[in-house]
Structure formats: C-alpha cells, structure tokens
C-alpha cells in the first residue's frame, strides 16, 4: 500500500501564498500519475491540478489556472503545490492522490492511492 502524506496546509490572508507538499512512500514514486483535489465545506471534492509521471504534462482546473503551480521531485518521493494569489473561495482541505502510471487525470475515480489531506484556509 502506498502511503501519502500531505502537509503544508494553514491560514493566509486573501492574495498571499502557501506551499503544499505531498510525500509518498515506496521506491516506485517516479511511475506514477499524481495530482491534487480539494473539498470545501458543503461541497464536493474537486480536481485542482494533475501531473504526470516525469513532470512534463500538467493540468489545471480553470479556477485556480495561472495561481497554481503543480511540480514534483522524485528523488524525494515528493509533489508540491504552489498556490499564490490566493482567494477565499480556496478554502478547503487539500488532498493528493496518486494513480499507478499514466499522464494527468481529473477524476476521482482515476487514482488508487489518497492523503490524509490538509486545511488551507484564506481569509479576506
């Protein structure tokens, strides 16, 4: 079983940044698919951001595009999420998943493994 742990996570102001780290276990980390999601009180969980295997293709939901970067070190069984400019509707936990190979996916549904996750939250 392969173990996320994510962290990072905590208060800001409105237009300030955070940067959420995802550290994964096992010597495989390099062959999968990651990305991150979030669930906001009394919503859904959501897709934020995806990327693949080697870092070069990445996805971004069109509400957090050109705030939000998604990268990964796999040397360090490590993926992060650079998150500026940040807004209320932000608020949320945060969670990463991880799919076994593969490029970048927005689903749910899509992923085997999942974090504990961690709360961001941004106050105006």
């Known amino acids: 079983q392969v173990q996320l742990v994510a962290s990072g996570g905590g208060l800001v102001q409105a237009g300030g940044s955070l940067r959420l780290s995802c550290a994964a276990s096992?010597?495989?980390?390099?062959?999968?698919?990651m990305g991150w999601f979030r669930q906001a009180p009394g919503k859904e969980r959501e897709f934020v951001t995806a990327i693949s295997w080697s870092g070069g293709s990445t996805l971004y939901a069109d509400s957090v595009k050109g705030r939000f970067t998604i990268s990964r070190d796999n040397a360090k069984n490590t993926m992060y999420l650079q998150m500026n400019s940040l807004k209320p509707e932000d608020t949320a936990v945060y969670y990463c998943a991880a799919r076994i190979w593969g490029s970048t996916y927005e689903w749910e549904y899509e992923y085997d493994y999942w974090g504990q996750g961690t709360q961001v939250t941004v106050s105006s």
């Open positions: 096992g010597s495989t980390f390099s062959s999968y698919a």
